[in-house]
């Protein structure tokens, strides 16, 4: 069966801070895709990263990064010098590689970014 | 390119009282998915569509709950008769054959009360 894990349900941060939101995740499949979602206030799920599960390579997006290991199935999503605009909840997520599939999602991590 | 469309936004109904949702994914799309997303929680497959054929539907509470998608294109999803539990957001979402372009819409929001 698939699970994703989202040990953090809630964090709070100063602006500027540096932050990590954990995710691991489990699945028998030897093929995979991960994923995060941002869901701001207003409600809709804003797409951030999907990635292949052959594709260990860590992503850096502006203030954004991914760490993803293999050997310790976890995803991790880090945002560098944090925004008060990054203040959402943020969903980790896992689906199958082969064609159209569900999405399996963690029950997310609340951030909040103090001024 | 316009996005998956919902509606509506918002929805209040009293206990008992039917309720519709409808989704018009984005052009070119077959694959279509209507999840629930409990407060607090992700969201859940409730059922996907391959073109006009539903080919999981294994989360659909099917006492109570329906959907179609009659010309393979837009969807609705149906509750009779709603209950206070089924309080939640209703997403859409749709993507390709292979899952590319995998897009949500903004969600409907009902309250039962």
């Known amino acids: 069966a698939q699970k994703v894990t989202q040990a953090q349900t809630e964090i709070s941060v100063v602006e500027k801070e540096d932050v990590t939101l954990d995710c691991v995740y489990e699945?028998?499949?030897?093929?995979?895709?991960l994923f995060w979602y941002k869901q701001p206030p207003s409600g809709e799920l804003v797409f951030l990263i999907r990635r292949n599960s052959f594709d260990e390579q860590n992503e850096i997006s502006g203030r954004y990064s991914w760490n993803f290991q293999k050997s310790t199935s976890s995803f991790n999503f880090t945002i560098t010098a944090s925004q008060v605009v990054d203040s959402a909840v943020y969903f980790c997520a896992l689906s199958e590689a082969r064609g159209a599939s569900k999405i399996i999602f963690g029950s997310g991590t609340r951030l909040s970014i103090r001024p | 390119e316009a996005g998956v469309v919902q509606s509506p936004r918002y929805k209040i109904i009293e206990k008992k009282q039917p309720v519709a949702f409808w989704c018009n994914p984005i052009?070119?799309?077959?694959?279509l998915y209507w999840y629930l997303q409990n407060l607090g929680q992700g969201p859940e497959l409730l059922i996907r569509?391959?073109?006009?054929?539903?080919?999981?539907d294994s989360q659909l509470p099917k006492d109570r709950f329906s959907a179609e998608r009659l010309k393979g294109v837009d969807s609705t999803l149906k509750i009779q008769p709603a209950e206070l539990g089924d309080s939640a957001v209703y997403l859409c979402?749709?993507?390709?054959?292979?899952?590319?372009?995998?897009?949500f819409g903004s969600g409907t929001r009902l309250t039962v009360v």
């Open positions: 052009s070119g799309h077959n694959t």
């Open positions: 699945t028998r499949d030897t093929t995979y895709y």
């Open positions: 569509y391959e073109n006009e054929e539903a080919v999981d």
């Open positions: 979402a749709s993507s390709g054959n292979r899952g590319d372009g995998y897009t």
